[in-house]
């Protein structure tokens, strides 16, 4: 059984990690033996993997430039933050607009190493444990409220974590519970990998949960149904490659793996 879902687990590097398998994924280099074992039987049966964890987080990085470039927002929740890579939201959102706050939220004991360190400069920027599995803990945490001001709107960021809660978690309860509590005027964003009925996602599923342990993917109406009855901005939830694409991004023609993640951003009235 892997880390990554329900508590948190104790640091053990002999167990594949999600937050390391996802780090290899994308050429980083804070991972161990069995995080390599798992990624690259992934990769094995699905080589253009790699092109899928880097499409998301480019998408990433056009929502953020979206929510601090466009709507307004100056405050960032990323629930699921993982590991400090090439280009870290803050980083993103600090070369938009440099007074803005973000708060990394995290079960992993090592992603909040990483980020800890990785911060001690910025006055911004916050790493604070936490699990999506309690709602409750992450809006009432000291950390959370001390950082960010909650009579402002916040963007929730929730970029590949949910397929990480199975069905009998309640993941729209949990989602639900956290846009209960954030201002008016919030945005969230939901990144989710896709059931699309194909045999390569099944595969990849498959791998996936006898690898980490847990994976769900859902098809597009049952991601839709996380954000509830939040509107969503255009072009509303679509393929990782269609929402608000730059110049150059790859699309699904490009890479048929590109089909199998969406993404969506919602706005709280
Ligand atoms: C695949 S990484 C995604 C990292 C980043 N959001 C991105 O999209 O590039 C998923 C992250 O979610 C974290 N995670 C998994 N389950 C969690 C939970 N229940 N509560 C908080 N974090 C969790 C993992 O530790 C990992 O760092």
Redesign the pocket.
């Known amino acids: 059984m892997a880390d990554?879902?329900?508590q948190?687990d104790a640091f053990d590097p002999s167990r594949p990690n999600?937050?390391r398998v996802?780090d290899y994924l994308l050429g980083g280099k804070d991972n161990f033996a069995a995080d390599r074992a798992v990624s690259d039987q992934i990769i094995a049966t699905l080589p253009q993997v790699v092109l899928g964890v880097r499409a998301?987080?480019a998408v990433?990085g056009r929502v953020i430039r979206y929510l601090v470039g466009e709507a307004g927002i100056r405050q960032l929740l990323?629930?699921?933050?993982?590991?400090p890579t090439a280009d870290n939201v803050h980083e993103i959102a600090h070369r938009v607009a440099p007074d803005t706050r973000v708060v990394y939220?995290?079960?992993?004991q090592v992603?909040l190493n990483h980020a800890t360190a990785l911060l001690a400069d910025d006055s911004s920027t916050f790493a604070v444990r936490?699990?999506?599995?309690d709602p409750p803990s992450i809006i009432a945490s000291p950390a959370v409220r001390a950082h960010l001001n909650w009579d402002k709107p916040i963007g929730l960021?929730l970029?590949?974590?949910v397929h990480?809660v199975l069905d009998s978690d309640h993941p729209a309860e949990l989602v639900g519970a956290l846009i209960d509590a954030l201002p008016s005027g919030s945005y969230v964003f939901i990144?989710h990998l896709l059931d699309t009925g194909e045999p390569d996602a099944a595969e990849l599923q498959a791998q996936m949960a006898k690898g980490l342990g847990r994976v769900q993917f859902r098809t597009m109406a049952q991601v839709r149904k996380l954000f509830g009855g939040l509107d969503l901005v255009p072009p509303g939830l679509v393929p990782v490659p269609q929402w608000r694409p730059d110049p150059g991004t790859a699309s699904r023609a490009d890479h048929g793996v590109l089909r199998l993640a969406c993404a969506g951003v919602a706005r709280k009235p």
């Open positions: 990554g879902g329900g948190g999600v937050a996802y998301q987080r990433l990323d629930v699921g933050s993982g590991l939220l995290d079960n992993d992603v936490g699990d999506l599995f960021l970029c590949g974590i990480y990144h």
